[in-house]
C-alpha cells in the first residue's frame, strides 16, 4: 500500500470510530446549540496554533453556521510567529488574558478546540467561561489523557472542564502514518472539521424541530450569493465583530 493510501486509510478508520462513538453526543450538542439559538444567546469558537484553523472553517464560509463567534488572538496564531504561538498556548496567563476580552454570558456556548487538551490557555478559558455559566464543548482526544500531564496549575485536562466532549479519535501524537520509527501526516484538522460540519448538519434538523430560521452562509461564488449573504452580514455585523 503506497503511503497516500495508508493515510487515507487512517481517516477512514477515524471517521468510523467519530460515526460509531460520537454520534449521541453529536446530536445532543447540536440539540443545545438549537436551543442556544432560540433564546438568542452566543456561541462562541477558539482554539490556538493550529487548533485555530477550526474556529476559521466554522466562520463565515459557504455553507457554514452564520450566528457563531469567534475568538481570534493574533499572538495564538502561527502567521504572526509560530513559536510565540507554541509558547503562548502553554500559558494558562494569557488565557485570563484572552478571556478578558470576551463578553460570554450565562447559558452562552463555547467551543474550544484543543486536540491534546492539555495546555494552560484552553484550559484557563474553559474554566472562565463555567464560572460565568457559560456551556462548555470540547474537541478532544482522550489518547492524551494520563499520557501527558496537564500544563495548568489545577493538574486537570480540558477534559475536566467541559460540559460536553466529542472525541476527535486521533492518535496520540496526531501524525497518522508510519514512517520507520516516525509519524507523519496530521489528522487533527481533518477530524475537527468533521465533526464540527456534523454537527451544523444535524444542527439544522434541530432548528426545524424547534421551528426556528436556519441561517447559513451560502457562497459568494455564486449568481446572487453576496445578496443572500449581505442580510445575515446586516443582521450580526454589531454582534459579531469579526464580520
Known amino acids: ?19 460509531n462513538d460520537e454520534s449521541k453526543a453529536i446530536e445532543t450538542v447540536a440539540n443545545k446549540m438549537a436551543v442556544t439559538l432560540k433564546n438568542k444567546k ?5 482554539g490556538c496554533g493550529h487548533s485555530h484553523i477550526l474556529v476559521e472553517e466554522a466562520f463565515y464560509r459557504a455553507g457554514g453556521l452564520v450566528p457563531v463567534t469567534p ?6 496564531m502561527l ?9 503562548l498556548e502553554k500559558m494558562e496567563e494569557y ?7 470576551i463578553n460570554i454570558q450565562k447559558e452562552d456556548m463555547i467551543f474550544i478546540f484543543s486536540n491534546s487538551g492539555i ?3 484552553p484550559i484557563e478559558i474553559a474554566i472562565r467561561a463555567h464560572e460565568r455559566g457559560a456551556v ?35 492518535p496520540y501524537g496526531d501524525a497518522l502514518v508510519k514512517v520507520n520509527n516516525n509519524r507523519i501526516a496530521p489528522g487533527s484538522t481533518i477530524s475537527g472539521a468533521l465533526i464540527w460540519n456534523m454537527l ?37 455585523q454589531t454582534k459579531i465583530s469579526s464580520l
Open 79 to 87: 502567521h504572526d510567529g509560530a513559536v510565540k504561538s507554541s509558547h
Open 42 to 46: 452566543q456561541i462562541y469558537l477558539f
Open 1 to 19: 500500500m503506497k503511503r497516500y493510501e495508508q493515510y487515507l486509510e487512517e481517516i477512514k478508520v477515524i471517521e468510523t470510530q467519530i460515526l
Open 95 to 101: 488565557g485570563k488574558l484572552v478571556f478578558e476580552r
Open 136 to 170: 462548555v464543548v470540547v474537541f478532544s482526544s482522550k489518547e492524551y489523557v494520563n499520557k501527558e500531564r496537564s500544563r495548568h496549575s489545577s493538574g486537570k485536562y480540558l477534559v475536566d472542564f467541559a460540559d460536553y466532549i466529542i472525541d476527535t479519535h486521533v
Open 119 to 121: 495546555n494552560g490557555c
Open 71 to 76: 475568538i481570534f488572538d493574533t499572538a495564538l
Open 200 to 236: 451544523i448538519s444535524q444542527l439544522s434538523e434541530e432548528e426545524e424541530k424547534l421551528g426556528i430560521e436556519r441561517e447559513f452562509f451560502v457562497s459568494g461564488n455564486i449568481e446572487g450569493g453576496a445578496e443572500m449573504n449581505q442580510r445575515y452580514i446586516k443582521k450580526y
